[in-house]
């Protein structure tokens, strides 16, 4: 109920507008190669190594999360040595980070160990870890081609899911590794679970007692609505800020990131289209159709941000997509609804 509030809320504030016209281990110095994108901070992402939660610190023991941006997850810099056991060294004049032999400690010796990054993460029972109450933040953080990763000596390079190359990411002075990262450094398997939240390195915990597992339908669908309903939120919470900023460059960052949330939403709709609806039961078929029909408009209504967002950056009146604009938010919200219910009920 207190969503849908938040949600009327900003529908009628925008239908108004609309109707009037430093790094982890020293700071970073001379010319960078970096630009600043949009990323979220995800507190709801629970990291599990060796059937532990982890929590990570700062180099000033503050907590910190994982950042999504692009569609990866990264973690702190210090936070991956410490799950790696690794010592860590960050040479400011080459914009190098060393993980596990470093200039100081090149044979690895335990005893030589800095103790710096001591608490960088920290395991916890499940039972122990104080989930936050709160939710994803948007954030800027700066996309850094020009710092290099070294682990034993050995350049590495990281590649997303479709092989592309990506880089790290600096927030609040700290760097920021993909958590693939991880894999293929720790020799590691990295699983995700997208219903619970949960990036588990390493294999799984065995569950202790069993339980009725839901099919591979159900878990996709509910998968599929929580992306779809993190885009259009996200895209949402995006326009509401081109009204607000005064900030020309922002307004571009920001209606370039609705263009991507767009291309995500159509790639989305596809996939849900082309489930396999002759294994499903019937209750799935229903809720894959409640679930597509959420899609297909909430795609729509991404089309028209991405319109009202490039229109704002150049300065021109979008008053005459206002109609369109409710009309295509308040019948997601309806569509989002039933879908949630009827896949919520398998």
Do not use: H
């Amino acid at each position: 109920m207190k969503r849908n509030q938040r949600i009327i809320g900003i529908l009628l504030s925008l239908s108004l507008v609309l109707g009037t016209s430093n790094l982890a281990y020293g700071a970073v110095s001379g010319k960078t190669a970096s630009s600043n994108v949009l990323a979220y901070v995800k507190p709801e992402i629970v990291v599990q190594l060796n059937q532990e939660m982890q929590i990570f610190k700062d180099v000033k023991g503050q907590r910190v999360y994982p950042i999504v941006y692009n569609g990866s997850t990264y973690l702190p810099v210090r936070a991956i040595s410490a799950l790696m056991n690794e010592d860590i060294q960050w040479d400011n004049y080459g914009k190098t980070v060393y993980i596990g032999k470093t200039f100081n400690n090149p044979n690895k010796s335990k005893a030589k160990m800095s103790t710096e990054n001591k608490g960088a993460a920290q395991g916890v029972d499940q039972e122990d870890y104080v989930q936050p109450t709160w939710k994803s933040a948007q954030v800027t953080v700066s996309v850094r081609s020009d710092i290099t990763i070294m682990y034993d000596f050995e350049v590495q390079q990281f590649r997303d899911a479709s092989e592309n190359r990506i880089y790290p990411i600096v927030y609040e002075g700290s760097t920021y590794l993909p958590v693939r990262s991880i894999s293929g450094m720790m020799k590691k398997q990295i699983q995700w679970d997208n219903v619970t939240k949960t990036i588990t390195i390493g294999d799984k915990q065995e569950k202790q007692e069993q339980e009725a597992e839901p099919s591979i339908y159900t878990k996709r669908l509910k998968a599929e609505l929580e992306s779809a309903i993190e885009i259009y939120d996200q895209a949402t919470e995006k326009i509401v800020n081109v009204q607000k900023t005064t900030d020309a460059a922002m307004k571009v960052m920001l209606a370039d990131s609705i263009s991507v949330d767009l291309k995500i939403a159509e790639k989305q709709t596809i996939a849900i289209n082309n489930m396999k609806k002759s294994k499903m039961t019937e209750e799935e078929q229903a809720a894959q159709e409640a679930l597509y029909n959420f899609s297909k408009v909430s795609e729509n209504y991404l089309l028209i941000l991405e319109n009202i967002a490039y229109l704002a950056v150049a300065k021109e009146d979008y008053s005459m997509l206002s109609d369109t604009f409710v009309n295509l938010a308040l019948d997601s919200q309806s569509k989002m609804n039933t879908a949630r219910k009827l896949i919520e009920a398998l």
